[in-house]
């Protein structure tokens, strides 16, 4: 039930592809605060793109966002500047970041006037905020320290950045979220239209699904270590 589709192992072939990058930007004068501000900033632009209803742009931000994001830690582990202050500000942006991409993906739904997307983008963003908090907060007190938490459940942050931007991409391919004509029914375009809602519906439906049972996964797995009182 605590398993998670990306194993430590995965994650530690991944820390090692990303070094040599990671190393080239130390060489360039960059720290990893710096890449971890400028994947932020990425996010950022990424989440305007949403708003301005421009998904597939959104989704290569995304896309690019996820994969800058192993630099920052690759880069203190390779030149032994790994610290607390680092590793907070990583997980603060990180979370920022996804955060600022929802309310994106919320503002480019009510521009396209297409309310439940909104209402799902805002449950997936509360859904995973409290993957993010349960570890936080147990790991604060002391339960499965170290990096632990991250590979219990379905989805942690890796799989719904994954699920997001395949959704993002599906999305800009059926059209995004045109209005529809009501006086062209026959025309190509409107099976279009119900698509692109559709991709995004099952998109923001099934990232609020699979991190609200992460966080009862989450959850579970701290109880288990918690003697009965």
């Known amino acids: 039930m605590s398993g998670s589709i990306v194993s430590p192992e995965l994650r530690a072939r991944l820390r090692g592809a990303a070094t040599p990058i990671a190393l080239g930007f130390g060489r360039l004068g ?3 605060n710096h890449l971890t501000l400028i ?8 989440a305007v793109a949403a ?3 421009a998904w597939l742009l959104a989704g290569v931000l995304l896309i690019f966002g996820g ?3 192993l630099f920052d830690g690759a880069l203190a582990r390779a030149t032994g500047t790994a610290s607390r202050l680092g590793a907070f500000m990583d997980s603060v942006f990180d979370r920022a970041g996804e955060a600022i991409v929802y309310v994106g993906i919320i503002a480019g739904c009510l521009r396209a006037d297409f309310r439940p997307g909104a209402i799902l983008a805002a449950a997936a963003m509360a859904a995973a905020f409290m993957v993010s908090y349960i570890r936080a907060k147990s790991e604060g007190l002391g339960f499965t320290t170290g990096t632990g938490m991250a ?4 989805a942690p942050r890796e799989i719904r950045i994954v699920i ?3 959704g993002l991409l599906l999305t800009a391919l059926a059209n995004g979220l045109q209005q529809p004509d009501f006086g062209m029914v026959d025309d190509p375009s409107w099976d279009l239209w119900f698509a692109g809602r559709s991709v995004l519906t ?3 439906g099934l990232i609020t699904i699979l991190a609200t049972i992460t966080a009862i996964q989450r959850i579970v797995h701290v ?3 918690t003697p009965q009182e």
């Open 30 to 32: 960059l720290t990893p």
């Open 39 to 46: 994947g932020f900033g990425i996010a950022v632009v990424g």
């Open 51 to 53: 708003a301005q209803q």
């Open 67 to 69: 994969v800058f994001d």
């Open 151 to 154: 590979a219990i459940g379905f």
């Open 164 to 166: 997001l931007t395949l």
């Open 202 to 204: 099952v998109t923001l």
């Open 223 to 225: 109880t288990r270590q």
